[in-house]
């Protein structure tokens, strides 16, 4: 039988992310198919600007997106020192040879690893499809996620 793995990405934090994507590119890496669901503050991490935007439908949502930024601007879930340990953090795995959040972003693309979005999160957040990046294809419900993930192990991130 198969490996399955999907990955529930809840978390718009800079370490979480890592985490998710690792363990993404690594499962894909060694042949499983991996689907990863992008819901709530993890909507952040696949965004197609990196930076604070006033995307979004109405003026909560505008502000929520405001506020997360995009991928670029993702904090560390602890010692965030107001955004500059996420910079210190991408030196550190630059200078230990390790790949970055934006490399692992672009490994899952290439790995085909299946990058879906969460139909209800985007529409408390008033965004669309075209506010993420391309990979994305898909915006689905949970149901759809958890055929998607039958016989799969499933992380939540």
């Known amino acids: 039988m198969e490996?399955?793995?999907s990955i529930v990405c809840f978390s718009g934090d800079f370490d979480k992310a890592v985490a998710a994507f690792t363990?993404?590119?690594g499962g894909a890496a060694t042949g499983r198919p991996v689907t990863m669901f992008f819901t709530f503050w993890g909507l952040?991490?696949?965004?197609?600007?990196?930076?604070?935007t006033w995307i979004g439908k109405g003026l909560l949502a505008r502000f929520f997106n405001f506020l997360m930024g995009g991928p670029g601007n993702v904090p560390l879930s602890r010692l965030n020192f107001g955004g500059?340990?996420?910079?210190?953090?991408?030196?550190?795995?630059?200078?230990n040879n390790v790949a970055t959040l934006e490399d692992l972003i672009e490994a899952a693309k290439a790995l085909n690893v299946n990058l879906v979005a969460c139909e209800m999160s985007m529409n408390i957040l008033g965004i669309t499809l075209d506010d993420l990046l391309p990979?994305?294809?898909?915006?689905?419900g949970v149901s759809t996620f958890l055929d998607?993930?039958?016989?799969a192990q499933i992380i939540f991130i």
């Not at 952040?44 to 604070?52: I, Q």
């Not at 500059?84 to 200078?95: A, D, H, I, Y």
């Open 84 to 95: 500059v340990s996420p910079r210190l953090m991408r030196g550190m795995m630059k200078k």
């Open 23 to 25: 363990l993404a590119t």
């Open 44 to 52: 952040n991490l696949v965004k197609k600007r990196s930076g604070r």
């Open 148 to 151: 998607y993930s039958r016989d």
């Open 135 to 140: 990979e994305i294809k898909e915006v689905i």
């Open 3 to 5: 490996q399955k793995l």
